[in-house]
């Protein structure tokens, strides 16, 4: 996907997906908290069963390993009717894995909702490649 093609709901939204990524660097949970629709629920490859918003902001928070770095690809991004966006995408993250780090590869399909002028994540999925 050619970011320069976007239109410009579609760039907001994708600004919005890597606004989330940053949070993880800094691993601030309020603004993650902000984020994220208060009926927020997500699912993680690998993972028994889905999760809500106060498990996806502890993720970001400091008990979760540190993320150093990340690289994002889109793959689709699509508005329905100014309201409903959906992202699907791959990253690249380094993450702390004790005193080294680790590339974890992986790809999202998210789900954000339009309220206010403001794009809040509804619902996630996916997570690390080669888990199941």
């Given at each position: 996907?050619?970011?320069?093609?976007?239109?410009?709901?579609?760039?907001?939204?994708?600004?919005?997906?890597?606004?989330?990524?940053?949070?993880?660097?800094?691993?601030?949970?309020?603004?993650?908290?902000?984020?994220?629709?208060?009926?927020?629920?997500?699912?993680?490859?690998?993972?028994?069963?889905?999760?809500?918003?106060e498990a996806a902001?502890?993720?970001?928070?400091?008990?979760?390993?540190?993320?150093?770095?990340?690289?994002?690809?889109?793959?689709?991004?699509?508005?329905?009717?100014?309201?409903?966006?959906?992202?699907?995408?791959?990253?690249?993250?380094?993450?702390?894995?004790?005193?080294?780090?680790?590339?974890?590869?992986?790809?999202?399909?998210?789900?954000?909702?339009?309220?206010?002028?403001?794009?809040?994540?509804?619902?996630?999925?996916?997570?690390?490649?080669?888990?199941?």
């Open positions: 996907m050619d970011l320069d093609q976007l239109s410009e709901e579609q760039a907001q939204l994708w600004s919005r997906v890597d606004a989330l990524w940053k949070l993880s660097l800094t691993r601030e949970t309020a603004p993650v908290r902000c984020a994220l629709h208060a009926s927020y629920t997500g699912w993680v490859t690998g993972q028994p069963e889905p999760h809500d918003r902001v502890a993720s970001a928070g400091p008990s979760s390993p540190r993320v150093l770095s990340y690289r994002l690809t889109p793959l689709r991004i699509t508005i329905f009717d100014g309201i409903v966006g959906v992202v699907h995408y791959s990253y690249v993250a380094e993450v702390e894995a004790g005193a080294d780090s680790k590339n974890v590869p992986g790809r999202w399909s998210e789900v954000y909702l339009r309220k206010n002028g403001e794009w809040l994540m509804i619902s996630v999925s996916g997570g690390p490649d080669g888990q199941r």
